[in-house]
Each structure stands twice: as structure tokens, then as C-alpha cells.
């Protein structure tokens, strides 16, 4: 397996690049299977969390390379994560694993005490060691963790709890943000998103294409969808509760409203035995089928914004001109 080792700055980044050289140079078994890989982009690598976006490996150890002190208080100063955006650094290390993900540590998630700051990233930070310290389950957030960024949020989420839901706000997967998602105490897991949405946001016809084929994408690793207008929901918001309570007694997602119809104008025969492989080629077609006079740059800017990918990996460019070549044959294009 493919293995790379993400450090949380970039003196403990080097001070682990220098243990093994060390460790190359001592160990016969560590220097074959280091120099054994053919494929340079498959690498094994030790990197600081700055600099792996885009890197995905089979597995991943993620080792911060923080402690208490002597007096066993943590400094809240954790490198990048301190400054604004740190949560989306946390967020890319997190999710660069195929198959395994591993935390060394020297600090537990009851080390950070969030009233002694005020960031949001290091709130994150609090709650990923305490999903792997707890074997990938989700505890109950702290105060001031779940909190709705606009008044019309603000308002669905207390109308939604009012009814004996537990909503959090903005949960991620992988590069994507749900506005809500409900989750049920007894599975500890989410069984439903929520999408609010204002009609001068989706006035735009590539803001609708993109959220359509984001939500696509969701359905396909398992969420189940009801999306709010925010002119339906001032008309009558308990009519929107109603929907969102039918969704949960049904666990499957309601019907969409006309203006969030299928916009893909093709659909493919089954090209990849891999679910996940088809489920995002027909995501790629449904973008050329909407777009057949965009040319390549547009349609793999397009499809990167759609599909949350940020950078342009030589998998990620080999993958586009794969689907695209797909796509043209079976649109005859």
C-alpha cells in the first residue's frame, strides 16, 4: 500500500524526514521498501500539512507533533490551524486517505480547552481526536461549535429542533459543506441533509448545474437530500417541517420541486464496474451534455468546481481526458 505521513508544521516535518534518512541508511527492509515503488506520484512522502492538497494515498499516518506541557496544560498555538482558513488544512489532511487513516498523538481531544479560544479550527481540531479516539464516532458538539451562519438558518435550525430534531450546521464531506444534517442519536449517524437555499444565490443557471451535480454526488456516498427555498419556507415554514419530518419517516429524500429537475440531458450505460468511477462519469456527462460547446479548459474547470477537486494532479488530468473521451462517444459528440 501507498503510505504518507502528514505533520502538523514544518520543524516537526523535518525532524521526521531526518529520523528517517537515518532509518534509510540503518535499516536494509525500510530502504527496499521505500525504493521499491515505480511509480514516482506514488511515493511515499513525509510532508508538513501545508503543502498536501491534492496528495492521496492508500493510507495516511497523521501525527500533529503537539503536547502539554510540564504542567499539563496545552498551548493553544498550533501552527497554520491558528491562522484564518486552518480548518480547510485540517480539513484536506483529514480526507487524503483511500483506505486507512491513523492519528499518532501525544494530546487527547480533553487537552483542548475551547473557552480559552475563540477558533473555529482549533474547535475542529478538538473534535477529530475525539472521532478517532472514540473509533470514528461522533459526540455531541460543545456550545458555540454548531451555529448557524445567517438569520434564515438561524430560523430553520430552531424550527427543526423545536420539533425534537438534532441539527448541526455546516457538516462536511470531503470538499463539500451540507448546510444541516440530521442525525439520529440511537445509530449515531447522519440520516438526512439539508440544503437552504436563497433564490438570488440560485438565480444563476451554473449555481443550480453545480449544486445539482454536488448533490449527486452526496446521494451517491449515501446522504439523503431535502432542499429548502427560502421563498417557500418565509411563505409557510411549517409546511417546509412537514417535509423535512415526511423525509425522516420515509428515509429517502422527497421529490424535487421543477426547478431542481434533472438537469443531465444523457444518461450512460454502466462503462465502469466501479460504483463510485460510474457514479462520477455520469456526473461528467451530464456536464458535456449541458455544455457541448464549452471547450476542454472549460469543461475541466467545471467539472473541478462541481466535483470540490482543487488541484490539477496528474491522476485528476488523466481522469478528465478519460471521461471526456467516454463522453463524446456516447453522446456522438
Same mark, same amino acid.
Given at each position: $500500500? ?9 520543524? %516537526? ?20 521498501? !521505500?525504493?521499491?515503488?515505480? *511509480? ?28 502539554? #506541557?510540564?504542567?499539563?496544560? $496545552?498551548?493553544?498555538?498550533? #501552527? ?18 483511500? *483506505? ?8 487527547? =481531544?480533553? *487537552? ?19 472521532? $478517532? ?33 438534532? +441539527?448541526?450546521?455546516? +457538516? #462536511?464531506?470531503? &470538499? ?5 444534517? +440530521? ?18 444565490? %440560485? ?40 417535509? +423535512? ?6 428515509? !429517502? ?7 431542481? !429537475?434533472?438537469?443531465?440531458? #444523457? !444518461? ?8 463510485? *468511477? ?23 474547470? $467545471?467539472?473541478? =468546481?462541481?466535483? &470540490? ?25
Amino acid at each position: $500500500m501507498t503510505l504518507g505521513v502528514i505533520a502538523f508544521g514544518m520543524r %516537526h516535518s523535518v525532524r521526521l524526514q531526518d529520523a528517517l534518512n537515518i532509518l534509510e541508511r540503518e535499516s536494509d527492509s525500510f530502504y527496499s521498501w !521505500k525504493t521499491s515503488w515505480t *511509480d514516482k506520484s506514488d511515493q511515499f512522502f513525509v510532508k508538513n500539512i501545508e503543502r498536501v492538497q491534492g496528495d492521496e494515498r492508500d493510507a495516511i499516518i497523521i501525527t500533529p507533533g503537539y503536547a502539554p #506541557g510540564l504542567d499539563g496544560v $496545552m498551548p493553544l498555538q498550533f #501552527g497554520t490551524l491558528n491562522r484564518q482558513g486552518g480548518e480547510r488544512r485540517l480539513n484536506v489532511a483529514a480526507s487524503r486517505a483511500k *483506505d486507512y487513516m491513523h492519528l499518532i498523538t501525544s494530546m487527547r =481531544s480533553t *487537552d483542548i480547552e475551547l473557552k480559552r479560544s475563540k477558533s473555529s479550527s482549533i474547535g475542529l481540531l478538538k473534535s477529530y481526536l475525539d472521532f $478517532m479516539e472514540n473509533g470514528g464516532r461522533i459526540s455531541d458538539p460543545e456550545v458555540g461549535l454548531n451555529i448557524a451562519t445567517t438569520p434564515f438558518e438561524a430560523e430553520i435550525k430552531e424550527a427543526l429542533e423545536a420539533r425534537g430534531m438534532i +441539527v448541526e450546521c455546516q +457538516v #462536511g464531506d470531503s &470538499g463539500f459543506k451540507i448546510d444541516f444534517a +440530521v442525525r439520529d442519536p440511537k445509530l449515531n449517524k447522519y440520516i438526512l441533509a439539508i440544503e437552504a437555499d436563497g433564490a438570488t444565490y %440560485h438565480s444563476s443557471e451554473y449555481a443550480r448545474e453545480r449544486d445539482y451535480m454536488r448533490q449527486r454526488i452526496l446521494e451517491s456516498r449515501g446522504w439523503k437530500f431535502v432542499r429548502i427555498w427560502s421563498t417557500d419556507w418565509w411563505r409557510d415554514p411549517q409546511a417546509q417541517v412537514r417535509r +423535512v419530518l415526511a423525509a425522516l419517516e420515509n428515509e !429517502k429524500s422527497l421529490e424535487p420541486a421543477p426547478s431542481e !429537475k434533472a438537469i443531465v440531458q #444523457g !444518461k450512460s450505460e454502466n462503462v465502469y464496474t466501479n460504483r463510485a *468511477d460510474q457514479e462520477e462519469f455520469e456526473i461528467f456527462l451530464g456536464i458535456v451534455a449541458k455544455n457541448p460547446n464549452y471547450s476542454d479548459r472549460q469543461l475541466l474547470d $467545471m467539472w473541478k =468546481s462541481v466535483t &470540490g477537486k482543487e488541484r490539477e494532479t496528474q491522476r485528476l488530468i488523466d481522469k478528465f481526458w478519460e471521461y471526456l473521451r467516454e463522453a463524446r462517444r456516447t453522446l456522438e459528440l
